[in-house]
T-cell receptor, first 114, second 111 residues
Framework: GAGVSQSPSNKVTEKGKDVELRCDPI?????LYWYRQSLGQGLEFLIY????????KSGLPSDRFSAERTGGSVSTLTIQRTQQEDSAVYLC????????????FGPGTRLTVL | KQEVTQIPAALSVPEGENLVLNCSFT??????LQWFRQDPGKGLTSLLL?????REQTSGRLNASLDKSSGRSTLYIAASQPGDSATYLC??????????FGPGTRLSVLP
């Protein structure tokens, strides 16, 4: 596609349920980033993938969060046993080279945990 | 730990004015600095990327400068237009391979 796409655009879930968020980067982009933007808060960096290298997971807020990237393309961010504080907009971005090149952002997934 | 701040938090100007947005960071060990704009309910759009070895970048009416040693960057917007109204974010990419964003400056350009 022409840009980064994310699905679903909105997700409402009950506390304790697991959710999976998907990101389709721009074709050919080797770098992929996940961010979280809570209401009234700034952007929080979660995790970054560069090619097939193992990502640095230290930015993930808890062990309930995990992310993977299959085949160097599509990425999924999984949140297990969701909590109300997980409610936020989750943004994905991709780029040509990790950190040193421009990032292109998707529209985000708005997650609401009831 | 890298911290990024932006001032002012909000700014309202009449159309046609030139304006400057400020970004400061505490750790100068960065690869680059990026400026983004975020429109309400939408994702981010990259405006300018300045590598750590560069002093400034220009795109149209936008000019961004970087003084890495002092931990500062400015975004200059010339001849502002109502369409420039958005939240402007700066972010630094650290040697530790993570991005840190500032809280943003909310800009309103009044017609």
């Amino acid at each position: 596609g022409a840009g980064v796409s994310q699905s679903p655009s909105n997700k409402v879930t009950e506390k304790g349920k697991d959710v999976e968020l998907r990101c389709d980067p721009i074709s050919g982009h080797t770098a992929l980033y996940w961010y979280r933007q809570s209401l009234g808060q700034g952007l929080e960096f979660l995790i970054y993938f560069q090619g097939n290298s193992a990502p640095d997971k230290s930015g993930l807020p808890s062990d309930r969060f995990s992310a993977e990237r299959t085949g160097g393309s599509v990425s999924t961010l999984t949140i297990q046993r969701t909590q109300q504080e997980d409610s936020a907009v989750y943004l994905c971005a991709s780029g040509l080279a990790g950190g040193v090149d421009e990032q292109f952002f998707g529209p985000g997934t708005r997650l609401t945990v009831l | 730990k890298q911290e990024v701040t932006q001032i002012p938090a909000a700014l309202s100007v009449p159309e046609g004015e030139n304006l400057v947005l400020n970004c400061s960071f505490t750790d100068s060990a960065i690869y680059n600095l990026q400026w983004f704009r975020q429109d309400p309910g939408k994702g981010l759009t990259s405006l300018l990327l300045i590598q750590s070895s560069q002093r400034e970048q220009t795109s149209g009416r936008l000019n961004a400068s970087l003084d890495k040693s002092s931990g500062r960057s400015t975004l200059y917007i010339a001849a502002s237009q109502p369409g420039d109204s958005a939240t402007y974010l700066c972010a630094v990419w650290n040697y530790g391979q993570n991005f840190v964003f500032g809280p943003g400056t909310r800009l309103s350009v009044l017609p």
